[in-house]
T-cell receptor, first 115, second 112 residues
Framework: NAGVTQTPKFQVLKTGQSMTLQCAQD?????MYWYRQDPGMGLRLIYY???????DKGEVPNGYNVSRLNKREFSLRLESAAPSQTSVYFC??????????????FGSGTRLTVV | QQQVKQSPQSLIVQKGGISIINCAYE??????FPWYQQFPGKGPALLIA?????SEKKEGRFTISFNKSAKQFSLHIMDSQPGDSATYFC???????????FGAGTILRVKS
């Protein structure tokens, strides 16, 4: 049982390049999330998908787009990478039901450097 | 504006001692308060969580204390071990999407 799988694990981009971070979960969770982690700032929500077919902006959505491809997969796209997007990106999933919430399961992260 | 404020930023504790990390929140709509543990190169993992209808929850050496009126909660690690050395995040959630808002994190080092 893999849980949440993120690819790639590492990536170096040049300013202006685009890329898509992939995330897949095999726990039949309804909700999926993308966070970025920066030193001293904790984890900040970029976008989330409360259920299949819906996506919403989080705290820091600028410069990103997402696609909830199906119930399992939630991708994050950087259209034109900037050095400020250098970060570690985490995907997470959860049950997402209103009355039962058991927290998130996180992937192992993608370390992205934009030069 | 950080909705969940966490302190201290870093903490050094002797083996066998008690580690205490504190968090405060503003949004009274929050109704779920977890703590996550993160080792280098790994994603955060759920450690323990509490809902506001109880004031304390204990799981092994880990205890959450919750003060609803003060809007504060804390993590206590009893008999701290070198294997507990990690980054700890408090968080809070409530409302549509069950979005977790995280504190800035505390780097814990347990000295043997």
């Amino acid at each position: 049982n893999a849980g949440v799988t993120q690819t790639p694990k590492f990536q170096v981009l040049k300013t202006g390049q685009s890329m898509t971070l992939q995330c897949a979960q095999d726990m039949n969770h309804n909700s999926m999330y993308w966070y970025r982690q920066d030193p001293g700032m904790g984890l900040r929500l970029i976008y989330y998908s409360a259920s299949e077919g819906t996506t919403d902006k989080g705290e820091v959505p600028n410069g990103y787009n997402v696609s909830r491809l199906n119930k399992r997969e939630f991708s994050l796209r950087l259209e034109s990478a900037a050095p400020s997007q250098t970060s570690v990106y985490f995907c997470a999933s959860s049950e997402g039901r209103a009355t039962i919430f058991y927290g998130y399961t996180f992937g192992s992260g993608t370390r992205l450097t934009v030069v | 504006q950080q909705q969940v404020k966490q302190s201290p930023q870093s903490l050094i504790v002797q083996k066998g001692g008690i580690s205490i990390i504190n968090c405060a929140y503003e949004n009274t709509a929050f109704d779920y308060f977890p703590w996550y543990q993160q080792f280098p190169g790994k994603g955060p993992a759920l450690l323990i969580a509490i809902r506001p209808d109880v004031s304390e929850k204990k799981e092994g050496r880990f205890t959450i204390s919750f003060n609803k009126s003060a809007k504060q909660f804390s993590l206590h690690i009893m008999d701290s071990q070198p294997g507990d050395s990690a980054t700890y995040f408090c968080a809070a959630a409530g409302g549509y999407g069950n979005k977790l808002v995280f504190g800035a994190g505390t780097i814990l080092r347990v000295k043997s």
